[in-house]
């Protein structure tokens, strides 16, 4: 085999291992909720579904999980609107301020989610409005805020910038220009803001954790359980956070990749 | 002819609709991001009395935790591990970026990006606990070991844990900031290169990577606020001693509540961010002078 | 006598320190072609977006049918723009996109539908109703852009270099499809164009822009025969422009001097003096060239550097000396009987009366 060759079979090998070592965690999580005993082994030595009974009989972590899907669902429909406003925001208008203005919306991320999560609560408790469901929403908002404006700016950035102002010319104002237009082309962005801002809450625990207080969400009971000793409610809790972040996280990308209708360059051409 | 039945006065450049679309955000942001983020600062000048938090201005904090030497160390040492974990992922991650940006088809790189986007967004906390489970003394790893009569290694509550852990958490983020960086490189300037004699290994050093420099410094500044940050893998896997400034953080809010010293933590680790961030920026999109 | 269906009083367009559109007064008559053509940048495009409202004047006064309209927003007014590059919506199918004036007019589903089907069978386009304009060819989605725009039945029609992201053949084509709807209809077509051909063919009056002011206005062959300025000279047709001292004036004619001869040309009104510098234009298509001295009175001697095909047309260029080019437009067989090899000395000449004298600055 040729030195080229050679190389690139060992290239490729080598983004096979990174993607087992990505993916090692997942699978043996998933294979250990079944684990008969209390230490799961492999190999398996059996095979019991008796932790997902578990986890769903004893009443902290159905409790925890529907939270997680109220703030998970209120959370994305909040920040896809506000991240929908401000991606729409800085492709429509030239302002004084707009750097400072897309700071706002992108800098969360580069804040460490443990101080994220410290700061809220410092601030949630001296507002009261700490400990409760609503306060693992707002902080999760600032902290999604970022993707779906990202998802949706890159949508917008797409469009053939004539088409807004067409629609205005033949007699739409701006609110039915929007309606018409600028939402049915971004509506594949905006589904997929929905799935992958949901995800994001779904899974965040440390913001959760500090806010939300004797609130728990599904990844804050996760912690909780994650101080004591081993314990394979965790993996079939995992192995249920897993399925539902994976699809929705699936659900975004097929969303965001069908769909190449109305891209710039649909323009007259040859005969 | 079809008028609007009613004529608009000359709408200036803000009027109802460009409101709408642009206040929620400068509201949201202002009142839960901004406005708790100063009173962070705010925070680090009170003082605790009595167990209950007292507004106040005082520098107490402040001097207190910068004469503690065991909080100067921590930070030097968490400074140490984030370097260490970026730097460690990112050239890891490098030779698969490689491979997916240059040695794949057009539909191998559009699965393999699927495959890494898709356990992004999962649990880092249940798949940390995995790990756990794999590198413990009595774990996967060593027990596979064995069956080749080597070990058992200590990995789990080392730094090598915490590693494990770091590249758990960057590795994607970075592989895909890596590949989108190297995909933009101008394949004509490759070309040329293996044209005038240059070598596969020089090119890549000589040409693609100074070509992609912005997104590979990119991708590392964001593994190195990711590690700088983060609680879990050095306390999970790195059995949480020496501890990391995030350790440190939530053990002074769970002993005591001290939260203006654990707020004089936050912001140093803040400031410390915004350094790397303008520094990494600058670097990345610097345009070297000519060398003659 | 009434206004003019469309009026731009002094308009002025400022960008922050750059002014695109510098003071135009233009006159839209019913029912006439008028394009607007000029180069880049030269604020043709601003001055269209501006009557659709896509841009507010700086200064001066829009009126349409008399009213200032100004301050009404793009949506208030009825002025239907053929974008550049059409900007079809690309979410819906090719009746939706024609449709969609008359939806934003609140006009009911089948009345919208009847009206947009009329407009598709005279475009040639019912079997793609349903389509998407995706499957469209180039020559096709230029047609619904036009019926999208014309469904509402407007008194003046705004185009925006509509066919120039078109082959060539099919923009001839288009062209005279185009110049036929509108004497169909009636109304009133403003056209924005840098292509002169394009703009020559289709306008009953032609308005020449550079530098965000209107050079020349006027019919086709007056801007072609009688450029008003150096620009408009330079800028349309094939012009050779000619510097030079006024050294005699006799019976109506002024002899020019220049570096490379004596020229005779019709003394303009009112009268130049001795000694004022003048400019002569001189059409390319109006120069006889052989390889002796010129049949006519004013000749240029130089060698071809050379030679534009076109069409049937071939276009010489000759070096008068010191680089400086000087072009002759012939037919092709006008050519056949001389020999044409490069860097022969060649004689063009042309008549007095064809020159040209450009009004001074």
């Known amino acids: 085999m040729s030195a080229d060759r050679f190389i690139a079979y060992g290239l490729r090998g080598w983004f096979l291992v990174a993607l087992i070592f990505i993916y090692v965690p997942i699978v043996i999580n998933f294979i250990y909720s079944f684990s008969p005993g209390r230490f799961p082994t492999l190999p398996l030595g059996g095979f019991s579904t008796g932790w997902y009974e578990l986890i769903l009989s004893e009443a902290p972590v159905p409790r925890a999980f529907a939270n997680s899907l109220k703030a998970g669902v209120i959370v994305a429909l909040i920040s896809t609107f506000i991240g929908f406003a401000a991606a729409y925001t800085d492709y429509r208008y030239r302002f004084l301020g707009k750097n400072i203005y897309l700071a706002l919306a992108l800098l969360p991320p580069t804040i460490p989610v443990l101080i994220l999560g410290l700061v809220m609560l410092m601030f949630l408790s001296r507002v009261s409005l700490v400990g409760e469901l609503y306060s693992v929403v707002l902080a999760h908002v600032v902290y999604c805020i970022p993707f779906a404006m990202a998802l949706i700016r890159l949508r917008l950035a797409q469009i053939d910038p004539d088409l807004e102002s067409a629609a205005w010319n033949l007699g739409a104002n701006s609110w039915r220009a929007m309606r018409e237009v600028i939402v049915p082309f971004t509506l594949p962005a905006i589904f997929a803001a929905l799935a992958l801002t949901m995800a994001v809450s779904f899974d965040e625990y440390l913001i959760a954790f500090f806010v939300g207080g004797l609130t728990e969400t599904l990844p804050v009971r996760v912690l909780a359980l994650l101080q004591g000793q081993v314990n394979p409610r965790i993996n079939a809790i995992g192995s249920f956070v897993f399925a539902i972040s994976m699809s929705l996280v699936i659900l975004a990308q097929i969303l965001l990749l069908t769909r190449r209708s109305g891209n710039r360059g649909i323009a007259a051409g040859g005969a | 002819m079809a008028h609007n039945a009613l004529t608009h006065p000359a709408a200036r450049k803000v009027d109802g609709y460009a409101l709408f679309w642009g206040l929620p955000l400068v509201l949201w942001q202002v009142m839960f991001f901004v406005a708790p983020l100063v009173f962070l600062v705010v925070m680090t000048f009170w003082t605790v009395k009595n167990f209950r938090l007292a507004p106040d201005f005082d520098t107490v904090n402040w001097v207190n935790m910068f004469s503690k030497s065991y909080v100067i160390d921590t930070y030097f040492r968490t400074l140490g591990y984030g370097a260490l974990g970026a730097v460690v992922c990112s050239v890891l991650a490098f030779p698969a970026s490689y491979a997916l940006a240059f040695k794949a088809s057009p539909i191998v790189q559009r699965i393999g990006l699927f495959v890494i986007i898709t356990p992004f967004f999962t649990s880092y906390l249940v798949r940390i606990y995995s790990w756990q489970a794999v590198i413990s003394d009595s774990g996967l790893l060593n027990g596979l070991f064995g069956l080749v009569g080597l070990g058992p290694f200590d990995m789990l509550s080392t730094l090598f844990g915490t590693m494990i852990g770091y590249l758990t958490l960057t590795m994607p983020l970075v592989i895909l900031l890596q590949f989108f960086s190297l995909t933009g490189v101008d394949r004509n300037l490759i070309e040329a290169a293996h044209n005038l004699g240059c070598g596969r290994l020089r090119t890549v050093f000589l040409v693609i990577v100074p070509s992609a420099k912005t997104g590979i410094i990119l991708a590392c500044t964001f593994a190195f606020i990711l590690c700088f940050g983060d609680l879990v893998s050095p306390a999970s896997l790195g059995g949480s001693k020496p501890p990391t400034l995030s350790i440190l953080i939530v053990d002074t809010v769970k002993q005591g509540n001290n939260w203006p010293r654990a707020a004089v933590v936050a912001l140093m680790m803040v400031l410390t961010l915004i350094v790397v961030a303008f520094t990494a920026i600058f670097f990345a999109y610097r345009v070297k002078k000519e060398k003659t | ?361």
Request: hydrophobic content about 40%; charged content about 25%.
């Open chain 3, 1 to 361: 006598m009434p206004e003019a269906l469309l009026v731009l009083d002094q308009v002025v367009k400022r960008f922050g320190e750059h002014t695109a559109v510098a003071g135009v007064d233009l006159q839209f008559h019913r029912g006439e072609f008028l394009a607007i053509m000029g180069p880049s940048g030269c604020g043709k495009t601003t001055t269209l977006r501006m009557i659709a409202g896509l841009e507010q004047p700086s200064e001066g006064e829009i009126r349409l049918n008399g009213e200032r309209i100004n301050e009404l927003k793009p949506w208030q007014r009825d002025t239907p723009l053929v974008w550049q590059n059409l900007a079809l919506f690309p979410h819906l199918n090719v009746v939706k996109n024609i449709e969609f004036g008359l939806k934003m007019r609140n006009i009911r589903a089948r009345e919208r539908r009847e009206r947009s089907m009329n407009w598709l069978e005279r475009m040639g386009l019912a079997d793609y109703a349903g389509r998407n304009i995706a499957q469209l060819s180039g020559g096709e989605r230029q047609r619904v852009a036009i019926a999208r725009a014309l469904v509402t039945e407007p008194e003046i029609l705004l185009l925006d270099e509509p066919l120039s992201a078109l082959d060539a053949h099919l923009r001839v084509r288009m062209q005279s499809e185009i110049s036929q709807l509108q004497k169909q209809l009636g109304i009133t077509f403003a056209y924005v164009t840098h292509n002169q051909s394009e703009a020559f063919a289709m306008a009953s009056r032609v308005a020449i822009m550079d530098k965000g002011l209107i050079q020349q206005i006027g019919n086709p062959r007056e801007v072609y025969r009688a450029p008003a300025n150096h620009f408009v000279a330079e800028f349309v047709g094939s012009n050779n422009i000619i510097t030079g001292t006024v050294s005699a004036l006799a019976d109506g004619w002024v002899t020019v001097e220049t570096e490379r001869g004596k020229f005779k040309a019709p003394a303009p009104e009112p009268a130049p003096a001795k000694g004022d510098t003048l400019e002569l234009v001189v059409s390319a298509d109006l120069v006889a060239i052989s390889d002796h001295a010129g049949a006519h009175e004013n000749v240029l001697s130089g060698e071809l550097i050379s030679e534009e095909f076109v069409g049937s047309i071939i276009t010489l260029y000759i070096d008068i000396g010191d680089g400086v080019v000087f072009r002759v437009q012939k037919q092709q067989h006008e050519l056949e009987a001389l020999d044409f090899t490069s860097g022969r000395k060649l004689y063009a000449s042309w008549r007095p009366e064809h020159t040209y004298v450009l009004p001074p600055a």
